[in-house]
């Protein structure tokens, strides 16, 4: 086994050509292209159309938040395999009028009639990834409502109508998210789950190919009876009646009460100074933390000098992300529930004392800190009068759950899977509870001011991409396109905050780019060392150059989208 993993790395290492810049002029060999640069505004999606459907509301006279709801609805009908308003959204804005960062918590709770004993008496020790369980009430709409109603400056059926006339005329598919609709969609539909042939596919058995032009009239209805009716058009009216009575039907919990007393959280986001730059994420249940613990270690290393790419620079991250996710496991769940210890875990000390556990020669196993205490989309907007928005929203597992409400166009969430089942942890699964979360926005700022709207999707990936990106621009010097098209360092392994523990030291996924003799002396230090195609998530960013008083934009070269600005 041992020869014939050396066998697979030698024949990746040969035959995978480096990501290239293709002759450019300028920048770095694997950069992708130039940055976006503008005055007025930006928009950066991981679809063309959301791009420009942003834009559109930008120029129309609209906030960069209203621009984000509308990109937000336009990925939901674009982008099923990875978001849509049967899932959650997180988002940070940057309110130029008052000159501070908001958070929203917009995810949704668990139902109330659920209990961990009914996961006991079924003989479960995992909440299951399909089916009505692991539905929670989906946060996305009410989020969209909570940030419009904060900062929105344009009327919301105004900002819902691109989305709406595309729904029902009909878009074509991309190539990206064609691929992710071909492996999904048939999955769905030999599990017998109803109502997804009829809602995402063209003949009622095949879905979209690229190219293929597809509509979804019931989620323009849909779409039309929140810019009519609001909020409460979803959570309190036929749309709610609907979802409770399917789940039910389905042998689920969510009810009508559920969704009726859902409520979005403002939250103050948290940060770590990291060489100058003061980095937010918002609180748990999130993991964004996990990112600004990652950079706390890192500190303390000069990773300059190390290099980007070097095994020395990969090994200390690697080790550091170990030792994060460790208390990721332990600590970070609803804060509504569980004393989470925020000043500890973010704090210089902390770090200090945790970073002593890292052997720099030798990869290593790590445990939580002993602390006394109680598939996913991203964009990132700004606009003509300085806001910015940071915001991510998905259904968890690509799709999600696999069931689609009848007669609505969207399918539901699946986050309830996160919970543990296992009595007396942070994230232990309760009635009414918000399940800990993998998507996470994040922002910058430097002496006080708007500099960084960011975000890395990508499961367990973001806290590793988000702390990736920052060290790319401060510790390597480079551009704003430039650290996101950079080969990537995934690490995966290591105790989850669902229960799982895992005793080895995990796998190092390494992107195409890096050298031959960085595996080689990475394998010497102890670590198993593999590769992975679609891990490394997908990353969006704009950055406020204060001086020059423009905005540099950049997207996602695994994606599908792009940046754009005016």
């Not at 908001?102 to 659920?114: A, Q």
């Not at 729904?167 to 017998?192: C, D, K, M, N």
């Amino acid at each position: 086994m041992k020869r014939q993993c050396i066998f697979l790395l030698l024949f990746f290492s040969i035959t995978m050509a480096p990501l290239q810049a293709q002759d450019r002029v300028t920048g770095r060999a694997f950069a992708t292209r130039s940055e976006v640069i503008a005055q007025n505004g930006m928009a950066c999606t991981s679809h063309p159309l959301a791009t420009q459907v942003a834009l559109d509301i930008l120029k129309a006279g609209g906030s960069a938040i209203d621009a984000a709801i509308a990109a937000n609805a336009t990925l939901g009908l674009m982008e099923p395999t990875g978001c849509g308003v049967g899932g959650d959204l997180f988002a940070i804005v940057w309110d130029a009028g008052s000159g501070q960062l908001y958070g929203l918590n917009g995810s949704g709770r668990s139902p109330k009639s659920l209990t961990l004993d009914y996961f006991k008496k079924e003989g479960m020790d995992k909440i299951p990834a399909l089916g009505p369980l692991p539905v929670s009430v989906p946060g996305a709409v009410d989020g969209w409502f909570e940030l419009h109603g904060k900062f929105g400056k344009l009327p919301m059926k105004e900002v819902l109508q691109p989305a709406i006339a595309y729904a029902e005329q009909g878009f074509p598919v991309t190539e990206l998210i064609a691929y992710y609709l071909g492996r999904s969609v048939p999955y769905y539909i030999r599990q017998g789950f109803p109502n997804v042939a009829e809602t995402y596919t063209i003949d009622g058995a095949n879905p979209p190919q690229k190219g293929d032009i597809f509509k979804n009239p019931a989620l323009a209805n849909t779409y039309k009876a929140l810019a009519a009716g609001g909020r409460d058009a979803f959570y309190k009216g036929e749309i709610a009646r609907v979802i409770a009575d399917f789940i039910q039907e389905q042998g689920g919990f969510l009810s009508y009460d559920d969704l009726a007393a859902h409520r979005s959280e403002w939250v103050e986001p948290v940060s770590v100074n990291y060489r100058g730059y003061d980095v937010w994420e918002l609180p748990p249940n999130g993991q964004g933390i996990a990112a600004l613990q990652l950079l706390n270690l890192l500190e303390g290393y000069d990773l300059k000098s190390m290099g980007f790419g070097s095994p020395e620079y990969i090994h200390h991250f690697v080790e550091a992300k170990k030792v994060a996710f460790e208390d990721r496991a332990r600590y970070y769940a609803d804060m509504d529930f569980y004393d989470v210890p925020l000043d500890t875990l973010l704090s210089k000390e902390y770090a200090a004392a945790r970073r002593a556990l890292i052997n720099p020669n030798y990869a290593g196993r790590y445990s939580a800190g002993e602390i006394s205490a109680g598939e996913t989309i991203y964009l990132t907007v700004a606009d003509q009068f300085g806001n910015m928005i940071s915001l991510i929203q998905s259904n968890y597992r690509g799709m999600g759950s696999g069931m689609v409400p009848p007669g609505l166009g969207f399918m539901l969430q699946d986050r309830g899977e996160l919970f543990s089942l296992q009595e007396g942890q942070a994230n232990t699964y309760e009635p009414g509870k918000r399940p800990f979360h993998t998507i996470i926005p994040a922002f910058v700022t430097k002496d006080g001011k708007p500099f960084l709207s960011f975000g890395v999707m990508g499961g367990d990936f973001q806290p590793q991409g988000h702390a990736q990106i920052i060290i790319n621009m401060i510790d390597f010097g480079m551009s704003l396109q430039e650290a996101g098209d950079a080969p990537r360092i995934d690490h995966s392994g290591g105790s989850s905050p669902t229960g799982q523990t895992d005793e080895s030291r995990g796998e190092v996924h390494l992107e195409s780019g890096l050298p031959y003799e960085t595996i080689r002396q990475l394998m010497r230090m102890g670590h198993q060392v593999g590769f992975a195609n679609g891990i490394y998530g997908g990353y969006q960013a704009i950055l406020y150059d204060a001086e020059k008083k423009v905005y540099y934009g950049a997207s996602e070269s695994r994606k599908d989208g792009h940046a754009a600005g005016y």
